[in-house]
């Protein structure tokens, strides 16, 4: 059985950092892709970083770029994102996602394409 678990929200004062942890069991993801998405109260799902293990390229939507970033541990099938100089809008549930192959970058961004999902962590950000 596959699980994907995320850890490391709360709450932070505008500025502050925090760092998001996820595991992911159950199946081998070392050949695929594995991402970040949030949602905000009355909002869509977005998109916020992903990491292909394959080449090791990683990939963020505009609104996080420069602040936050993901990085990984193969062996453990892992990754992490490190969130800095928050702002009110990062305030959001954060979700960790999965997905056993690798997704070319049309795809990656897109919640659909990802097989596994953890059950979220709530970051909020006072200002």
């Known amino acids: 059985q596959v699980q994907v678990v995320e850890s490391g929200g709360g709450l932070v004062q505008t500025g502050g950092s925090l760092r998001l942890s996820c595991e992911a069991s159950?199946?081998?993801?070392?050949?695929?892709?594995m991402g970040w998405f949030r949602q905000a109260p009355g909002k869509e799902q977005e998109f916020v970083a992903a990491?292909?293990?394959?080449?090791?390229?990683?990939f963020y939507a505009d609104s996080v770029k420069s602040r936050f970033t993901i990085s990984g541990d193969n062996a453990r099938d892992a990754v992490y994102l490190q969130m800095t100089n928050l702002k009110p809008e990062d305030t959001a549930v954060y979700s960790c996602?999965?997905?056993?192959?690798?997704?070319?970058?049309?795809?990656?961004?897109?919640?659909?394409?990802?097989?596994?999902w953890g059950q979220g962590t709530q970051v909020t950000v006072s200002s």
């Open positions: 996602a999965a997905h056993t192959e690798r997704l070319v970058i049309s795809l990656l961004r897109v919640g659909e394409n990802y097989d596994y």
């Open positions: 159950g199946r081998a993801f070392t050949r695929g892709t």
């Open positions: 990491l292909r293990w394959e080449d090791g390229l990683t």
